[in-house]
């Protein structure tokens, strides 16, 4: 993996933006995993725990795990031999609203120089919209100061929602009530969590009835429908682990209502996937 050696700029991001690989490369994003503390045991998201294993865990002994921002000394040890070599860091955050990584992640900067650090008021690849635009503004040779600007404006264009099949996790995470989530369970409900773009808490929005393929093209179909001015460019199909033909339909659903250039079909990190539970999937996407 190669980096921008002609303005010396490191792309970097929490692992929670939730890049396929094939875009983690275009980039030359450097990922920094967050803590995943299961059953007594620290792992790092994405490297040595897996969501299946997460779920596993919970099915046959009742354990979710707790998860953990990355912090100080970590960020400090993650960003010092770039910044010793020259090189100014741009590093995207999970929303702080949801994680003290960004705030960790500000005080690194601070004591190193030389870092900007991203609040991206988003999960997922909600921040990953964000890591991608970075990687194009440092193929056209912008500064990172100039980056680091644009990028915190661009926050709000960012729109990150998800369909979850069940309350289950959201529930023994304490997430939720056990009378909301035995209501949503008993009755189909299927619930659309969206991420604001103001601050990049979550919210219950639209409240969806039925079998989860209906549920779906709904949602889909719904969330195109509510921005005149989606940017074609580029969106993202992320699930939590979900059976191959939903991710199909919802695939044909986009491509039959809008063209994008890019459909990017990603897998969510641990630390989304924990908390959200299997079968969950959304689109994420920029407005212009």
């Known amino acids: 993996m190669t980096d921008s050696v002609t303005n010396k700029i490191i792309l970097s991001a929490d692992s929670t933006c939730d890049l396929d690989q ?77 994680s003290s990584a960004h705030q960790n992640c500000c005080i690194a900067a601070e004591e190193l120089g030389h870092v900007h650090a991203i609040d991206s008021c988003s999960l997922s690849t909600g921040t990953g919209l964000l890591v991608t635009d970075a990687g194009r503004m440092i193929e056209q040779g912008m500064k990172a100061e100039d980056i680091a600007e644009a990028l915190r404006e661009r926050t709000k264009h960012c729109h990150a929602s998800f369909i979850l099949d069940t309350l289950t996790f959201l529930h023994a995470g304490g997430r939720c009530s056990t009378v909301a989530a035995l209501g949503a369970n008993v009755l189909k409900l299927k619930p659309c969590i969206e991420v ?47 059976a191959p033909e939903y991710i199909e339909l919802v695939k044909n659903t986009l491509e039959e209502t809008m063209h994008f250039d890019e459909i990017h079909i990603t897998k969510a990190s641990c630390t989304i996937s924990s908390h959200c539970g299997p079968n969950t999937l959304g689109i994420l996407f920029e407005t212009c």
Do not use: C
């Not at 808490?201 to 779906?216: C, Q």
């Not at 179909?221 to 992320?238: E, G, M, V, W």
């Open 196 to 242: 604001s773009t103001e601050d990049g808490s979550m919210n219950v929005g639209k409240k969806y009835r039925g079998t989860l393929d209906k549920v779906l093209v709904k949602y889909v179909k719904d969330k195109l429908a509510a921005y005149p001015d989606i940017d074609p460019s580029l969106i993202f199909i992320t699930h939590s682990g979900i």
């Open 22 to 98: 094939e875009l983690k490369e275009r980039y030359h994003v450097h990922y920094f995993p967050l803590h995943i503390i299961l059953d007594g045991k620290d792992y790092k998201d994405g490297i040595d725990i897996t969501p299946e294993e997460i779920y596993q865990k919970y099915y046959d002994e009742k354990i979710l795990p707790k998860t953990a921002a990355v912090n100080v000394a970590e960020y400090i040890e993650h960003f010092k031999p770039w910044v010793d070599e020259g090189y100014e860091v741009i590093h995207i955050n999970l929303g702080s609203s949801l």
